[in-house]
């Protein structure tokens, strides 16, 4: 047996790797057909196929034996998956099998063919007539020999071949397998020989610039003989940087057609430099056979022309010029352009790609229409014949009339002779249009000021202009003059130095000062303000100026203070805003200033009354000045001898300065007004008058009553006329106030006085407590402070307790001392505090808790009881107004419990953040009602009031420790038989033990001992 690959130059195929290949498998039995009755005239050879196709696509079979009378021979193929009758009983008395071929592909039938069946034949299929050994066979009989394809060819093949007649012998020589095309020369001549896959190059786009997509496409011709399968296709890209490119026929690189051998590859992205480039491809088939060719030249272009100078460039990219003027399938592009300029020229560069034959470049041309029905018709190129592309940069074209740019309504891209109509003769790969506008000179102009607006005869004021330079060309050489005859003033030349405009040079801003002439008349005047310019073009406008009447003179008394053209710019505070030093030097005490002027508006809207003076004094203090009442437009309004009364005690030499300010300020980051001219100056007190006492306090103001530590301190304004001197400060009970640094603020002869005193046994109330300033001229004043001495509880949360009480149980404050009643616990709290008490109920029928007597609680209160466990017993939020009272509602029995005190609305918590009490109702004493009541408090929710507390008990004891001993029959245990026992000594009995039957400690031996020993053996506490 032998494995033979054939050759390209054997049978025209190349030789395929791939698992799909072509191969050759024979054998060269020379077996003798035996001349007996089969089945022991049977014979067979195997051949084993190892490393053939994976997937059979097509099977022949080659067939070689001599024998006489070929109607005694049977064939059987048994392959791996089946078997089929190659042929049975045919070819009558004729002899030989010289060179079969059993190919399906086969016109003629075995069974109506001839001895010596030197050809090629359909194969029987079915058995027909075996009488050999094997008498069955495995897996499918197959009806042809495509049966086999689509299965793998690797694997055992047995050929059977029996003589069923005697009398007539011969030899089986040779025999082979053709898998997938290949061509054993053993055989006849194929029925057509094979031919390798070709195809066609093309692209999307075969010219573009560097940087451009195109993509990529070949139609394949599959092989034939047999059909090409699994083809696929590369290309060669190296010459461009990209490598090996492989088409797909999936559908989406090709034509969106998947299987209909048309293989694609889009958006290749081409970089290379101008040029032609011709990339070869291949294409290979499951038959191992191949085939090339090229693509066709792929042109790079260089980079069109960019966008041409000119306004509003407008960009597009593949636009069509397809058919005739006014064509239907014609491109009309929106240029977008907008605005009121007149269009001088258009501009317009770009790339034209030819795509019809015999187009020329200069019939690829541009309509423009615009609103009034005119058009113009721009005609890029005057080339006739070009091949690829042509470029066109910056061509211009002059409108005859000149358009609004506005008024473009259309633009139409067509062909002026229509080498193929419905399609495109060209395209513009790249097209940009821009305009530039009709350019018309205009004059300069100007714009004029004067500052003040307006202003006395005699005066000066300054004139300004802004003057715009005219265009096209833009003036240079501008000059500003004023005629200011009207004021007496001449010809006025305006600067544009930086010094007579607003400082910053050849800005056109222009400046110079006039002064009016002091016979000018009043009234409103319009100046005349021209602009020139080199180009002998010239602007002109007016400053309007209002003459007015002189300004008020100053103001009667002393040391008066002159300003002029100090301005009132925004509110208090603002940096703009004049402040003015009045020089006054005199400790003379104010009684009132004066003011005098004239406020001129700067901003329309501003009212005379917006315009105020702050007065500022040395100690920090200031008073405003409000001297016009008028609250409407003006130009200017004068002021006469208007008079502020001084508040207070205030020197003339304490004034450190005067603010000018608006209360609403008009124009922010400008100036209101403007006071042309303002005087001040003020007169004196000048009868004597006492010290006084401007301020006191005492420190702290509220105190717990037993005797508290407070500072009490007074600040003295001295007696004028003449100034005190010795001032001496006393407080109630003889206490002198000292201003020496130490009793007072800490700085001597400031003129506040302090002492530090002790309550001692003041009773609680509001005390008000006098003090007295004398001077050696014998004048006095009086003042006071007011002193809260609050009810001190029995137990001081702040002293007793020396710190604040906990909120929770492990952190309650207990309340110690000497055995005895427990009446009141005083303390204070802050917002987001609550205060918790350990105390004992003695007398549960007794018990009570209040916080609204003793007019120490002074705000909203909650009050809590716990029993010793944490759990809630009883609240209260309102009953008395707004303070909290517990009664014994829900206490029964005696001993440890836990009360807290919180203002509203702070509220207990469990600890899973449950309310241990609902929020309502507020009045009345309520058990434990919230989500959480069977709870133990473990936290606190909300911020509540705060304040200092005073809460008053009753039924409630201080006890430090067990005080009695319930085992009174003295039997070692506390039981029953103590109550007995106790019983009886009360009722008469005999005592042995010797105890005191009064157990409670209450003075009567009674049915309250009995009680008292009960509860202690059950585990409460000792009465």
């Given at each position: 047996?032998?494995?033979?690959?054939?050759?390209?130059?054997?049978?025209?195929?190349?030789?395929?790797?791939?698992?799909?290949?072509?191969?050759?498998?024979?054998?060269?039995?020379?077996?003798?057909?035996?001349?007996?009755?089969?089945?022991?005239?049977?014979?067979?050879?195997?051949?084993?196929?190892?490393?053939?196709?994976?997937?059979?696509?097509?099977?022949?079979?080659?067939?070689?034996?001599?024998?006489?009378?070929?109607?005694?021979?049977?064939?059987?193929?048994?392959?791996?998956?089946?078997?089929?009758?190659?042929?049975?009983?045919?070819?009558?008395?004729?002899?030989?099998?010289?060179?079969?071929?059993?190919?399906?592909?086969?016109?003629?039938?075995?069974?109506?063919?001839?001895?010596?069946?030197?050809?090629?034949?359909?194969?029987?299929?079915?058995?027909?007539?075996?009488t050999g050994s094997p008498t069955t066979f495995t897996g499918t009989n197959y009806s042809n020999l495509a049966g086999f394809n689509g299965t793998?060819?690797?694997?055992?093949?047995?050929?059977?071949?029996?003589?069923?007649?005697?009398?007539?012998?011969?030899?089986?020589?040779?025999?082979?397998?053709?898998?997938?095309?290949?061509?054993?020369?053993?055989?006849?001549?194929?029925?057509?020989?094979?031919?390798?896959?070709?195809?066609?190059?093309?692209?999307?786009?075969?010219?573009?610039?560097?940087?451009?997509?195109?993509?990529?496409?070949?139609?394949?011709?599959?092989?034939?003989?047999?059909?090409?399968?699994?083809?696929?296709?590369?290309?060669?890209?190296?010459?461009?940087?990209?490598?090996?490119?492989?088409?797909?026929?999936?559908?989406?690189?090709?034509?969106?057609?998947?299987?209909?051998?048309?293989?694609?590859?889009?958006?290749?992205?081409?970089?290379?430099?101008?040029?032609?480039?011709?990339?070869?491809?291949?294409?290979?088939?499951?038959?191992?056979?191949?085939?090339?060719?090229?693509?066709?030249?792929?042109?790079?272009?260089?980079?069109?022309?960019?966008?041409?100078?000119?306004?509003?460039?407008?960009?597009?990219?593949?636009?069509?010029?397809?058919?005739?003027?006014?064509?239907?399938?014609?491109?009309?592009?929106?240029?977008?352009?907008?605005?009121?300029?007149?269009?001088?020229?258009?501009?317009?560069?770009?790339?034209?790609?030819?795509?019809?034959?015999?187009?020329?470049?200069?019939?690829?041309?541009?309509?423009?229409?615009?609103?009034?029905?005119?058009?113009?018709?721009?005609?890029?190129?005057?080339?006739?014949?070009?091949?690829?592309?042509?470029?066109?940069?910056?061509?211009?074209?002059?409108?005859?009339?000149?358009?609004?740019?506005?008024?473009?309504?259309?633009?139409?891209?067509?062909?002026?002779?229509?080498?193929?109509?419905?399609?495109?003769?060209?395209?513009w790969t790249t097209l940009c249009l821009t305009w530039n506008p009709l350019l018309v000179p205009t004059n300069p102009t100007v714009t004029g000021?004067?500052?003040?607006?307006?202003?006395?005869?005699?005066?000066?004021?300054?004139?300004?202009?802004?003057?715009?330079?005219?265009?096209?060309?833009?003036?240079?050489?501008?000059?500003?003059?004023?005629?200011?005859?009207?004021?007496?003033?001449?010809?006025?030349?305006?600067?544009?130095?930086?010094?007579?405009?607003?400082?910053?040079?050849?800005?056109?801003?222009?400046?110079?000062?006039?002064?009016?002439?002091?016979?000018?008349?009043?009234?409103?005047?319009?100046?005349?303000?021209?602009?020139?310019?080199?180009?002998?073009?010239?602007?002109?406008?007016?400053?309007?100026?209002?003459?007015?009447?002189?300004?008020?003179?100053?103001?009667?008394?002393?040391?008066?203070?002159?300003?002029?053209?100090?301005?009132?710019?925004?509110?208090?505070?603002?940096?703009?805003?004049?402040?003015?030093?009045?020089?006054?030097?005199?400790?003379?005490?104010?009684?009132?200033?004066?003011?005098?002027?004239?406020?001129?508006?700067?901003?329309?809207?501003?009212?005379?009354?917006?315009?105020?003076?702050?007065?500022?004094?040395?100690?920090?203090?200031?008073?405003?000045?409000?001297?016009?009442?008028?609250?409407?437009?003006?130009?200017?309004?004068?002021?006469?001898?208007?008079?502020?009364?001084?508040?207070?005690?205030?020197?003339?030499?304490?004034?450190?300065?005067?603010?000018?300010?608006?209360?609403?300020?008009?124009?922010?980051?400008?100036?209101?007004?403007?006071?042309?001219?303002?005087?001040?100056?003020?007169?004196?007190?000048?009868?004597?008058?006492?010290?006084?006492?401007?301020?006191?306090?005492?420190?702290?103001?509220?105190?717990?009553?037993?005797?508290?530590?407070?500072?009490?301190?007074?600040?003295?304004?001295?007696?004028?006329?003449?100034?005190?001197?010795?001032?001496?400060?006393?407080?109630?009970?003889?206490?002198?106030?000292?201003?020496?640094?130490?009793?007072?603020?800490?700085?001597?002869?400031?003129?506040?006085?302090?002492?530090?005193?002790?309550?001692?046994?003041?009773?609680?109330?509001?005390?008000?407590?006098?003090?007295?300033?004398?001077?050696?001229?014998?004048?006095?004043?009086?003042?006071?402070?007011?002193?809260?001495?609050?009810?001190?509880?029995?137990?001081?949360?702040?002293?007793?307790?020396?710190?604040d009480a906990g909120e929770l149980p492990a952190s309650a404050q207990a309340i110690t001392g000497a055995d005895g009643p427990l009446a009141s616990?005083?303390?204070?709290?802050?917002?987001?505090?609550?205060?918790?008490?350990?105390?004992?109920?003695?007398?549960?029928?007794?018990?009570?808790?209040?916080?609204?007597?003793?007019?120490?609680?002074?705000?909203?209160?909650?009050?809590?009881?716990?029993?010793?466990?944490?759990?809630?017993?009883?609240?209260?939020?309102?009953?008395?107004?707004?303070?909290?009272?517990?009664?014994?509602?829900?206490?029964?029995?005696?001993?440890?419990?836990?009360?807290?005190?919180?203002?509203?609305?702070?509220?207990?918590?469990?600890?899973?953040?449950?309310?241990?009490?609902?929020?309502?109702?507020?009045?009345?004493?309520?058990?434990?009602?919230?989500?959480?009541?069977?709870?133990?408090?473990?936290?606190?929710?909300?911020?509540?009031?705060?304040?200092?507390?005073?809460?008053?008990?009753?039924?409630?004891?201080?006890?430090?420790?067990?005080?009695?001993?319930?085992?009174?029959?003295?039997?070692?245990?506390?039981?029953?038989?103590?109550?007995?026992?106790?019983?009886?000594?009360?009722?008469?009995?005999?005592?042995?033990?010797?105890?005191?039957?009064?157990?409670?400690?209450?003075?009567?031996?009674?049915?309250?001992?009995?009680?008292?020993?009960?509860?202690?053996?059950?585990?409460?506490?000792?009465?």
């Amino acid at each position: 047996m032998k494995k033979t690959s054939i050759l390209a130059a054997a049978a025209g195929l190349a030789v395929a790797t791939g698992l799909a290949s072509a191969q050759v498998y024979s054998a060269s039995p020379n077996l003798q057909i035996i001349n007996t009755t089969a089945p022991s005239g049977t014979v067979s050879s195997t051949i084993g196929v190892s490393g053939g196709p994976s997937s059979i696509t097509d099977i022949n079979v080659i067939f070689q034996a001599t024998h006489t009378w070929d109607a005694d021979i049977d064939v059987i193929l048994q392959g791996p998956t089946g078997y089929i009758c190659l042929t049975t009983d045919n070819g009558s008395s004729g002899d030989n099998y010289l060179t079969t071929r059993f190919d399906d592909a086969s016109t003629t039938s075995i069974t109506s063919g001839t001895a010596p069946f030197n050809n090629n034949y359909r194969p029987e299929g079915l058995i027909n007539g075996w009488t050999g050994s094997p008498t069955t066979f495995t897996g499918t009989n197959y009806s042809n020999l495509a049966g086999f394809n689509g299965t793998n060819a690797n694997g055992n093949w047995t050929m059977y071949v029996a003589d069923d007649t005697s009398g007539d012998s011969g030899t089986w020589t040779y025999w082979s397998l053709e898998f997938n095309g290949a061509v054993d020369p053993a055989g006849p001549p194929p029925l057509t020989a094979p031919t390798n896959p070709s195809g066609v190059g093309s692209y999307s786009v075969a010219s573009l610039p560097n940087g451009g997509t195109t993509n990529f496409r070949v139609t394949v011709t599959p092989g034939s003989n047999p059909t090409s399968t699994g083809v696929g296709v590369t290309v060669d890209g190296s010459q461009l940087g990209l490598g090996t490119i492989t088409l797909l026929d999936d559908g989406t690189n090709d034509d969106g057609v998947a299987g209909n051998n048309i293989f694609g590859k889009n958006n290749v992205v081409i970089n290379g430099a101008v040029g032609s480039y011709t990339l070869p491809f291949s294409i290979t088939d499951a038959q191992s056979r191949t085939g090339t060719g090229s693509m066709p030249a792929l042109t790079i272009q260089p980079p069109p022309p960019t966008c041409p100078e000119g306004n509003q460039p407008a960009s597009f990219s593949n636009l069509n010029s397809n058919d005739g003027l006014n064509a239907a399938i014609n491109v009309h592009p929106s240029l977008g352009w907008s605005g009121t300029d007149f269009i001088q020229d258009i501009h317009l560069s770009g790339r034209l790609t030819k795509v019809a034959s015999g187009t020329f470049a200069s019939e690829a041309r541009i309509q423009i229409t615009f609103s009034d029905a005119s058009t113009i018709t721009l005609q890029p190129f005057t080339t006739t014949s070009y091949t690829g592309f042509i470029d066109v940069a910056d061509y211009v074209f002059t409108l005859p009339t000149p358009k609004l740019v506005s008024s473009i309504t259309d633009v139409q891209l067509f062909e002026s002779f229509d080498d193929v109509t419905g399609s495109a003769d060209s395209t513009w790969t790249t097209l940009c249009l821009t305009w530039n506008p009709l350019l018309v000179p205009t004059n300069p102009t100007v714009t004029g000021s004067a500052t003040p607006s307006s202003a006395e005869a005699g005066s000066t004021v300054h004139l300004a202009a802004i003057a715009s330079p005219g265009a096209n060309p833009t003036s240079t050489g501008m000059g500003v003059t004023v005629d200011g005859s009207l004021i007496g003033a001449g010809t006025v030349t305006l600067l544009d130095d930086g010094i007579n405009d607003d400082g910053i040079a050849g800005n056109n801003v222009f400046g110079a000062n006039a002064t009016i002439d002091s016979g000018t008349a009043a009234g409103s005047v319009s100046l005349p303000v021209t602009v020139t310019d080199a180009q002998s073009r010239s602007g002109s406008n007016t400053i309007s100026l209002n003459i007015v009447p002189p300004a008020p003179g100053c103001p009667a008394g002393q040391q008066p203070t002159s300003f002029t053209n100090v301005q009132s710019f925004g509110l208090a505070g603002n940096a703009g805003n004049t402040s003015i030093s009045l020089g006054w030097t005199n400790p003379d005490l104010l009684l009132e200033i004066h003011v005098s002027g004239r406020l001129t508006s700067e901003t329309s809207g501003t009212w005379p009354n917006d315009s105020r003076l702050r007065v500022k004094f040395s100690d920090g203090s200031s008073q405003d000045i409000v001297p016009f009442a008028q609250t409407s437009g003006f130009t200017y309004v004068d002021l006469t001898d208007f008079t502020y009364t001084v508040t207070g005690s205030h020197l003339a030499s304490d004034v450190t300065s005067v603010e000018l300010f608006e209360s609403f300020d008009d124009a922010s980051g400008a100036n209101d007004a403007v006071w042309n001219n303002l005087c001040l100056s003020y007169v004196a007190q000048t009868t004597p008058t006492n010290p006084t006492i401007t301020s006191a306090s005492i420190t702290p103001d509220t105190v717990l009553e037993g005797g508290a530590n407070v500072h009490v301190l007074a600040t003295v304004s001295p007696g004028q006329n003449p100034l005190s001197t010795n001032l001496s400060v006393v407080a109630a009970g003889g206490i002198q106030m000292l201003d020496d640094g130490i009793n007072d603020d800490g700085i001597a002869g400031n003129n506040v006085f302090g002492a530090f005193a002790n309550t001692g046994n003041q009773p609680a109330g509001v005390t008000t407590y006098g003090i007295t300033v004398t001077d050696d001229q014998g004048r006095s004043g009086t003042g006071s402070v007011t002193l809260n001495i609050i009810p001190r509880g029995q137990w001081e949360e702040s002293i007793d307790g020396a710190g604040d009480a906990g909120e929770l149980p492990a952190s309650a404050q207990a309340i110690t001392g000497a055995d005895g009643p427990l009446a009141s616990i005083g303390g204070s709290i802050d917002s987001g505090d609550t205060d918790m008490y350990a105390i004992t109920i003695c007398d549960p029928t007794m018990f009570s808790a209040s916080l609204g007597v003793g007019g120490r609680t002074n705000f909203d209160t909650q009050l809590w009881l716990f029993d010793a466990n944490g759990v809630g017993v009883e609240f209260n939020d309102d009953s008395v107004g707004a303070a909290s009272v517990l009664d014994n509602s829900f206490v029964t029995a005696p001993g440890q419990y836990y009360i807290a005190v919180s203002g509203y609305n702070r509220d207990a918590l469990d600890s899973s953040g449950a309310l241990l009490w609902n929020n309502t109702p507020f009045t009345g004493v309520r058990a434990a009602d919230g989500p959480g009541a069977a709870n133990a408090v473990s936290s606190w929710t909300g911020s509540g009031a705060n304040g200092t507390y005073l809460l008053t008990l009753s039924g409630v004891c201080i006890q430090n420790g067990p005080a009695c001993d319930p085992d009174v029959n003295q039997d070692g245990v506390a039981d029953q038989g103590d109550v007995d026992y106790l019983i009886n000594v009360i009722a008469g009995g005999e005592n042995p033990t010797g105890i005191d039957s009064d157990f409670n400690g209450d003075g009567v031996s009674d049915q309250g001992d009995i009680d008292a020993i009960i509860n202690v053996v059950a585990g409460g506490p000792c009465p």
